[in-house]
């Protein structure tokens, strides 16, 4: 089975704002430490900016990791048949789309650490609560690249994700096996795992979620189905997302908050596969997301440092402590991001055209 126009459609539409999310959640802090212990902004906004904060930033946003590792299972598992012909080509592939992109940026963000915390102008906000990447010798410099031991996230830390997706790539034989023999036993496990927060795997601290949402993604690919089902009910689904999420933002502190939490981003990965359903019929929408889908990897892999610098720089000028700053420089700094982004895409793609396709693994 190969993916159909409209379903390949309804996925491509979400990569644009599923990373404009990404993005929102690396903004969500109203306070930035510097390497001089000082600290500016607050840790105790009032009310309503902590309650804009955390509907965004962590409550709607916190689909968007899920929903990429579902995808990807999905996509991985439409038309893979386990032979070794089949999973070879697969496995070339992602050391295209995923390893390739993985080493240059986290060689490009290397390189930029290495400098910026070692000259004087630039080292105090590269500093304090990152490590020194050039104090990291023999294996503690592959812990900190790769991410795993020590350090749980690469030096480019966005790419937990990558790295994560990877590992899963090599363990699609194992997942394929569970998948076949005893499906929901095996997503049944890995689902309670998940919701009560206890996979560590050795050496490499797999993300719960990653697991979870590929392996569900990818049971999905192997039975072959489509959106109907999620279709027939995606009015009640979405207002069902959306009584939950209002819930879920005034439970925040309580007890049993994480279990809350993840029944929120369960829903909300379904409920924002409903949603396609009626954004695709949306013509101004459909073209919009469908022409930016191209730079969402880019702005993916280059959003961070730039996003931190962006509001160190910010928090030093303004100095916010009100709440209306706060939420100024929340909106304020991912939109100067992302525009700096696609401003540089632009450019590398006139310049380097070969370099950027390489880099973003072809989404180009």
């Known amino acids: 089975m190969s993916l159909d126009t409209k379903i390949s459609e309804r996925i491509e539409i979400l990569r644009f704002p599923l990373i404009l999310a990404i993005v929102f959640i690396h ?5 930035i430490e510097f390497s001089d212990n000082t600290a500016i902004g607050t840790t105790v906004p009032s009310t309503y900016s902590t309650w804009v904060r955390d509907y965004i930033s962590d409550i709607l946003a916190r689909v968007s990791v899920p929903l990429f590792f579902a995808i990807s299972g999905f ?41 910026a915390q070692n000259f004087s102008l630039t080292a ?35 790419f937990w994700f990558i790295r994560d997706l ?48 590929f392996s569900w993604g990818a049971f999905w690919g192997m039975k072959k ?10 009015k009640y689904i979405m207002i069902f997302y959306l009584i939950l999420s209002l819930f879920d933002l005034i439970t925040k502190e309580h007890i049993y908050s994480v279990y809350i939490e993840n029944s929120t981003i369960l829903i909300g990965t379904i409920a924002t596969i409903a949603l396609t359903k009626y954004l695709i019929k949306i013509d101004i929408f459909k073209k919009y ?76």
């Open 225 to 234: 189905y489509n959106f109907c089902f999620i279709d027939n009910h995606a």
């Open 166 to 213: 990877m590992i899963l790539v090599l363990l699609t034989p194992m997942i394929f096996y569970f998948l076949k023999k005893t499906a929901y036993l095996y997503l049944g496990i890995i689902s309670a795992i998940w919701a009560l927060d206890l996979l560590e795997l050795g050496m490499v601290v797999i993300d719960p979620i990653s697991i979870v949402f």
């Open 289 to 364: 997301f469908l022409s930016m889908a191209q730079y969402s990897f880019f702005i993916f892999a280059f959003h961070e440092p730039f996003l931190s610098i962006i509001r160190k720089l910010s928090f030093k000028l303004f100095h916010p402590s009100d709440d209306f700053m706060i939420l100024i420089l929340y909106f304020l700094c991912p939109i100067i991001t992302i525009i700096v982004a696609l401003k540089f895409y632009k450019i590398l793609e006139k310049i380097v055209p070969k370099l950027l396709y390489i880099s973003v693994g072809g989404r180009t």
């Open 124 to 158: 105090d906000y590269f500093t304090g609560t990152r490590p020194l990447v050039l104090d990291q010798e023999g294996f503690k410099f592959m812990e900190l690249f790769f991410g795993f031991g020590t350090f749980p996230y690469p030096v480019a830390y966005q």
């Open 75 to 115: 996509l991985f598992f439409i038309n893979f048949d386990m032979s070794l012909q089949s999973y070879i080509k697969k496995i070339k592939s992602r050391i295209k789309t995923l390893l390739i992109p993985f080493l240059i940026w986290n060689i490009i963000i290397f390189a930029f650490y290495a400098f």
């Open 27 to 31: 903004a969500y802090a109203a306070q």
